[in-house]
């Protein structure tokens, strides 16, 4: 009866909010794919889990925090927008969720953004968690097939949770916006192809940068500039200073990851890095101080990857005209 | 009269130390499965068996079930099995090669399993099915070598631990470039991660792989007991009173490298174990093999089951690698051990 009664008024909610989707399933269960293997429900989860931020955050942004369970393994501060509906969320665990807390959580559906959380070392095999009767969900961007953009990835995941959680209109309002912020980034005037390094971080004084998979890539192609390790057939490569030198960027994109606090972690120990580097030092990039300082984290494809794209695409069309 | 009473010590003790060591072993076992996440307690854990045994008792719920059938259980009795594997492949080791330093470890066998792990996390053949086939196969490869490198040599101590030293430093010199050339920071984590040894992998199949391996072992190394004792006052000793010294060498080297590929492909290579365990145990039980080897196979198991519970609880919700602490409990340990028996 009180279920009832409560089914009732989410339902009126879900109305008012405009958010009652047409495939609400009257009879039988809901399916999905989700890479490569087919998950059903048999009805809307109500207590996920998630196994990365990027999850997290794209939950968050489904406006989905009151059918988690749980959270784990945050990599650095979550993007203010989502500060106060991830704090309604209980954290299972700061870093990595193991197989056992997974299951004392009691999860009907896990959500992550890469597929190796999915191995036996971790929260166990995705074939293990679906015989329990728990459907898992990687993200498209990690599942390699096709040679769709990481941004249109990102999209086809929207698409596929809000079909799963029934919350569709949430999924095409979230995909319109991110649409939008790329084709106001892509609209940018940028003066000619100037040539440019996106950096990620520098471990033991080897700089990792973008190569030609990642999502820096997809932001080159869509500025109209050139990423200058875009031959590297890897997300992050591990480069040396010299080779970077010797492709002379005109620009330099650095990611900042202080939030997570390890030394050389933050964007002004990077560029002091590269002051003090005898080769670096004299790329008219570092000369001139032609450097865009953007938040790490939203250089690996995420729901908060346009807001740096918006950032680099803003200061491209000031530093282009002046090279 | 002093006479009878030594015998009387040693056959009390001979009586008294086999029930400790068995009440020890099932009390650790016991204890540490209620120990971890979820407030799993005895009563779960008599419905989890008793489903599988077809007795009349209420089932819990699948994932409850799952986190004590599929993971608490087999992972506890994972730990003793590679505990006591662990212990007594050093024991015998150390024997074989009369060298108090020789560890499980010492002849490259885990640095071939490195190698063979990162392989496959690096070519992207993936899943940890796969990592502990290459960890097994990367291993057994490093022996293989060493024993080619030893062929038609009398296996003589410090030759096996010089060769073997060369082949591990060879395998971690390949490692290391396969690091370097897959150059991605997070495979370097996940590798890093597992060479530190970690038991959070454990499901049945290890467990039954690692316990026939490690009971077999175990047998044949008891077989061999009086010739180790003889090993221990050389070679030439030994061989006076009739030990075939190549052939003990070669079916023990066999023996122990194979059951340290098997247990270092299941948990990465879980460290201090194999080396302190033997030590200790020849103190309180004595030098004899006979007794050393199956004691050390319980200490062994009661260490890890420890070390790992601990390595499950003491930083919750995070999980310590049990490497860490087999070394972090185990100096202590040891130190006291050896105060006790005041030659420090």
Redesign the interface.
């Given at each position: 009866m009180t279920s009832r009664v409560v089914a009732a008024a989410v339902c009126g909610l879900m109305l008012l909010s405009g958010c009652a989707a047409p495939s609400t399933p009257e009879s039988g269960a809901i399916t999905a794919t989700s890479c490569g293997m087919s998950l059903t429900f048999a009805e809307r989860p109500k207590r996920v889990v998630t196994l990365d931020q990027t999850s997290t955050e794209t939950l968050l942004a489904l406006g989905l925090a009151d059918r988690m369970a749980g959270t784990s393994n945050l990599k650095t501060k979550v993007a203010p927008q989502f500060a106060a509906d991830y704090r309604r969320v209980t954290v299972l665990s700061p870093k990595l969720l193991t197989a056992e807390q997974l299951r004392a959580a009691n999860p009907d559906f896990v959500v992550a953004s890469f597929a190796e959380q999915f191995t036996r070392d971790r929260v166990g095999s995705r074939e293990e968690l679906h015989e329990l009767g728990v459907p898992t969900f990687v993200s498209a961007v990690d599942c390699p097939s096709g040679d769709a953009s990481p941004f249109d990835r990102l999209h086809q995941d929207y698409r596929t949770l809000g079909q799963i959680f029934g919350v569709e209109e949430r999924a095409e309002k979230l995909i319109s916006d991110q649409q939008e912020a790329l084709s106001k980034a892509s609209s940018r005037n940028i003066a000619g192809e100037p040539k440019v390094l996106w950096l990620y971080s520098v471990f033991n004084d080897v700089p990792y940068v973008a190569g030609g998979t990642g999502i820096p890539q997809a932001m080159s192609d869509l500025l109209g500039v050139r990423n200058v390790f875009a031959d590297v057939d890897e997300h992050w490569p591990e480069v040396s200073w010299e080779q970077v030198a010797a492709r002379e960027p005109d620009v330099i994109v650095v990611g900042d990851l202080s939030e997570r606090g390890a030394p050389g972690d933050s964007a002004d120990e990077k560029i002091a890095q590269m002051r003090r580097h005898p080769v670096m030092a004299q790329l008219p990039a570092v000369r001139n101080n032609r450097i865009i300082r953007v938040s790490g984290i939203e250089l690996d494809p995420s729901v908060r990857s346009t807001h740096a794209l918006a950032q680099v695409a803003r200061a491209l069309a000031d530093i282009s005209h002046d090279l | 009269m002093i006479s009878s009473r030594q015998a009387d010590v040693r056959t009390g003790r001979a009586s008294v130390l086999p029930a400790a060591a068995a009440v020890a072993l099932l009390a650790s076992v016991a204890t540490s499965l209620v120990i971890?996440?979820?407030?799993i307690g005895y009563g779960d854990l008599v419905s989890v068996i008793g489903v599988r045994l077809g007795l009349p008792v209420e089932p819990l719920?699948?994932?409850?079930d799952?986190?004590i059938w599929?993971?608490?259980i087999p992972r506890v009795l994972l730990a003793a099995t590679v505990g006591a594997a662990l212990a007594v492949c050093g024991a015998v080791l150390q024997a074989l090669t009369r060298n108090a330093l020789a560890d499980p470890y010492l002849l490259g066998v885990s640095s071939g399993a490195s190698t063979g792990a990162v392989l496959v996390v690096v070519t992207g053949i993936g899943?940890?099915?796969g990592v502990t086939a290459g960890a097994l196969a990367g291993a057994l490869s490093a022996f293989g070598l060493l024993l080619l490198l030893l062929r038609g040599s009398g296996l003589d101590s410090l030759r096996v631990v010089l060769t073997g030293v060369v082949v591990g430093q060879l395998f971690t010199a390949l490692t290391s470039l396969l690091l370097?050339a897959s150059?991605?920071?997070?495979t370097t984590r996940?590798v890093t991660?597992?060479l530190l040894g970690?038991l959070?992998?454990a499901?049945w199949d290890g467990v039954i792989l690692c316990a026939i391996a490690t009971a077999s072992a175990l047998l044949v190394a008891r077989y061999y007991a009086s010739s180790l004792d003889a090993l221990g006052f050389g070679a030439d000793t030994a061989a006076s009173v009739g030990v075939d010294v190549r052939r003990t060498r070669l079916v023990l080297l066999v023996v122990t490298s194979t059951l340290t590929a098997v247990a270092v492909s299941a948990v990465g290579a879980i460290g201090f174990v194999g080396l302190i365990v033997p030590h200790g145990v020849r103190f309180l039980a004595g030098p004899l093999h006979r007794t050393l080897l199956p004691y050390s196979a319980v200490a062994g198991a009661v260490f890890l089951v420890w070390a790992d519970a601990l390595a499950?609880v003491l930083l919750a919700?995070?999980?310590v690698p049990v490497g860490v602490f087999t070394a972090l409990a185990g100096v202590p340990l040891f130190l006291l051990i050896l105060r006790r028996r005041g030659e420090l």
């Open positions: - | 971890g996440t979820g407030g719920a699948p994932l409850t799952s986190l599929q993971l608490r899943s940890t099915v370097m150059g991605d920071a997070d996940s991660y597992w970690s959070a992998s499901r499950r919700p995070q999980e």
